[in-house]
């Protein structure tokens, strides 16, 4: 009965970091940039954000501070059960919504595609795994992605991963055992980068533990700075953060990569982190933090649809310059409002109908054990 009584405030959450909030969504527009110019740049040296990709180790990053930060000291009271399920009422709806609309982008692209090469029963399997978060990597058209139907769910099975190895394992651990599996993750990370020469795998079926190397050491870094308390205070707020982050993205593509991208991986994201912990917060700009990381999930989620039909008109139709500048910045902008009708018009009356209705199951359980 003690288990069911903690687990009713599974919802309950923690005053929240506003300014890794505000981070998170400058790093998810970041990917939605990254994804449409990488479609106009093939050669990654030409990419004015070009590294635009590692906003998923950021996100990593990120992820392990917040997880141990809003769990370590109740998941042994609200038990298993409640954390996953807490976990699943706040990341699977977008999940699934991602997967309907790369399936509606799939079937009617209106640009391009191939979906008559594929049988119903193929389509059919590809949409209930992308829902499920079975990775499946066989769709050609859609360079055999781990889930077809939404490219960036690839991020979401390594952080399910991370979720389910933190309440069995990490969330056990005392801290000096997560700095030598942090030390060891390193090690991964390094032979990973430098085998590939880079750090842009994890969503291919060919590159796919390599998603795994980028989860476990971002994961546990951020899980060791909340552990260790780096909080550095400083005054640099949420522009002067932003402006950090930004360069992270924007730094030149170069033959060492898989060093500059290491050092990014390994040293810069967490003293990141550590740095918007501790930073102090305009009350001006609060609004602007709390919008960005409302944002940043529902935009993460729902904005790759597009992305492939973007690339199938870019592919047949002669644009210049202008014309392109025009459809990107439009297109971004249009993400960006679609992300927002997605979070308040699903995301939060799904998360709300679901929370509502597990608290319900868990005091009648209550009552039924007095």
């Known amino acids: 009965m003690e288990t069911n009584k903690s687990a009713t405030a599974l919802l309950q959450t923690k005053q929240h970091f506003d300014i890794l909030d505000g981070l998170r969504g400058i790093a998810a527009f970041s990917v939605v940039v990254f994804h449409f110019m990488e479609w106009v740049f093939t ?63 799939f079937l009617f692209d209106p640009f391009g595609g191939h979906p008559e090469a594929y049988s119903v029963g193929t389509i059919a399997l590809v949409f209930v795994c992308s829902l499920c978060m079975i990775p499946l990597p066989i769709v050609a058209d859609r360079g055999f992605n781990l889930f077809s139907f939404n490219a960036p769910s690839w991020s979401l099975f390594w952080e399910y991963v991370a979720n ?18 942090t030390m060891v993750a390193a090690a991964g990370l390094c032979f990973v980068s430098y085998r590939a020469g880079n750090l842009l795998g994890g969503w291919s079926g060919p590159t796919f533990w390599d998603g795994f190397a980028r989860i476990s050491y971002s994961f546990l870094a951020g899980l060791l700075v909340y552990r260790s308390n780096w909080i550095i205070k400083n005054k640099l707020g949420f522009v002067g953060l932003s402006a950090l982050l930004l360069l992270a993205f924007l730094m030149p593509v170069t033959s060492w990569n898989w060093l500059s991208e290491l050092l990014v991986v390994l040293v810069y994201f967490p003293l990141l982190i550590a740095l918007g912990a501790g930073a102090s917060l305009r009350p001006k700009m609060q609004p602007l933090c709390k919008f960005s990381g409302n944002i940043s999930y529902p935009l993460y989620m729902t904005h790759y649809a597009a992305l492939w039909m973007f690339g199938n008109y870019y592919t047949t139709h002669q644009l210049n310059n202008t014309q392109l500048a025009t459809i990107i910045v439009t297109g971004v902008i ?37």
């Open 43 to 105: 050669d990654p040296s030409k990419n004015f954000i070009g590294h635009g990709f590692l906003a998923v180790d950021f996100f990593f990053c990120l992820s392990g501070f917040v997880i141990g930060y809003a769990y370590d000291d109740r998941i042994g009271k609200i038990g298993l059960k409640s954390f996953f399920m807490a976990r699943i009422i706040r990341l699977h709806p977008l999940v699934v919504l991602g997967s309907v609309l790369g399936l509606l982008a």
């Open 164 to 181: 389910i190895v933190y309440a069995l394992v990490l969330s056990r651990l005392k801290r000096g055992y997560i700095l030598v599996l």
């Open 334 to 370: 249009i993400l960006v409002g679609l992300a927002y009708i997605a979070m308040v018009a699903f995301d939060i009356p799904v998360r709300k109908y679901m929370g509502d209705t597990w608290k319900a199951r868990l005091g009648k359980q209550q009552g039924s054990n007095k």
